[in-house]
């Protein structure tokens, strides 16, 4: 455990996860979140990055909030590794005893934070939607429980750091103040450093959406029973004529049949599309979930009794296949009118 309560100025920090960063602006989010709550407990707001020439990061995290950057920049540190990052993070923590340390829900932060409140023997909880300060000035972490039945609110009153980590999107970043003044703090790579036991080979970046799924203002989306990954490929097709995004359900994404940022609901995205196409899904809880927000719900299946159609403002009892084509065929005719 990170020793008791300190005598320094208390701080909240915020994990700088800069991979993706035009896309996944999740550090800037906590950043502002950060923000908000540090006056309750009279705490600074810091970031902090591991990399090699992050100076770009570093400039902009302090116009988004942060009164203090703690910098680790070495070569070595170039391609983006769980095992340094959690060994360079922990580390940092049992030196600075931060109050509370906030990390994005992203696939790299959910690898990353659980290692790094074990070896701080801290609590951390994930995924969460809501965070707030209560009277006592401990962090109410607010994250679903039980398959996304309940809300769980969670303390850590006697360890610290207050660890949590939390998805993308669900705070707003703060608008870029260029006036905006922090201090950066170079810590120096340490010696000691295990050689990292797994080796970056290649790396390749994945075609870059046409939009971000949460943002999409048309979303279709599909289930397992689309059939096989050639079929599913129809979506895309109907997506792009309709100017929107696919979305798919969870065995769709373990089939590979779709890259997992794709995943809508608990475990995936959030959307709030205007309109939404929902092609055999069934509609468990753990989808929904995560589709509240649409204006508009068209589901395709056929079951009429299935939970997605109860849910949908229209359901159409057919085949999720066929609609599909016809839907392509039509629109496309529509097209070269
Ligand atoms: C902890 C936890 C987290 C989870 N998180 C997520 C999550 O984030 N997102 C998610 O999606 N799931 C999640 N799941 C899984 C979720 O519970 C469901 O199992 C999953 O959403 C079901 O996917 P599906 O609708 O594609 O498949 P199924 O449940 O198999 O549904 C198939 C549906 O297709 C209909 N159908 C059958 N044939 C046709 C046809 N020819 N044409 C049209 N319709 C047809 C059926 O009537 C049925 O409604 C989670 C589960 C757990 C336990």
Redesign the pocket.
Known sequence: MVGPMSSFQKSIWVYGDYRNYFQNRVTLQLLARAVELAPNIDADVCAVIFGHRVDEYVGEYIAHGARKVYVIDHPDLKAYSTETHAALLTGLARRFSPEIILIGATDFGRELAPRVAKRLSTGLTADCIHLSIDDQGLLIQTAPGF??NLLAKTVTPHCRPQMATVRPGTFQELPNNDDAEGDIVPVAMPEDMPPPRVRQVRSERIPRRAQRLEEAQIVVC??????SKTKFKKLFELARLLEGEVG??????YSNWIAHDA??????KHVSPQILFS?????????T??ITDADLIVA????P?????KMADAAIV??????CSSLIRELKRRIRE
């Open positions: 398959g996304g599909g289930g397992r029973v689309m059939g798919a359900t969870r065995p769709v994404v995943l809508v609901g608990q475990a995936g092609f055999g899904v069934s509609g468990a809880i753990q989808h979930a995560a395709i299946n056929k079951n009794e299935a939970p997605m159609m057919a085949d999720a296949n066929q609609v």
